[in-house]
Nanobody
Framework: QVQLVESGGGRVQTGGSLRLSCTVS????????MGWYRQAPGKQREWVAL???????HYVDSVKGRFAISRDNAKNTVDLQMNSLKPEDTAVYYC??????????????WGQGTQVTVSS
């Protein structure tokens, strides 16, 4: 069965860096769009970044220039490098997998999340 497992979360001070990693099993990444989302306490889940099957990347405005998403199809992993972290980045970060192109399937897989805490 498909499983996504996030790792790399932790606690850092403002301006610090973390690198999150999502390891996927049970499905091939090369035919999927991979994304990172986050959910802060009391708020709805927010899209942060995605990388298409062709390698194209997109980011929410608040993290542009600070975060970078990457994928390794051979290893079935997707990473999120987070630099210049701010307290407002504090959230549980989730890895997401969906088909690319969309007609390949109707699934939408999620990991359990990893906590990122940025102290001021």
């Amino acid at each position: 069965q498909v499983q996504l497992v996030e790792s790399g979360g932790g606690r850092v001070q403002t301006g610090g860096s973390l690198r999150l990693s999502c390891t996927v099993s049970g499905i091939r990444l090369r035919i999927n769009t991979m994304g990172w989302y986050r959910q802060a306490p009391g708020k709805q889940r927010e899209w942060v970044a995605l990388i298409n099957s062709d390698g194209g990347t997109h980011y929410v405005d608040s993290v542009k220039g600070r975060f970078a998403i990457s994928r390794d199809n051979a290893k079935n992993t997707v990473d999120l490098q987070m630099n210049s972290l701010k307290p407002e980045d504090t959230a549980v970060y989730y890895c997401n997998c969906k088909p690319d192109p969309a007609w390949l399937g109707n699934y939408d897989y999620w990991g359990q999340g990893t906590q990122v805490t940025v102290s001021s």
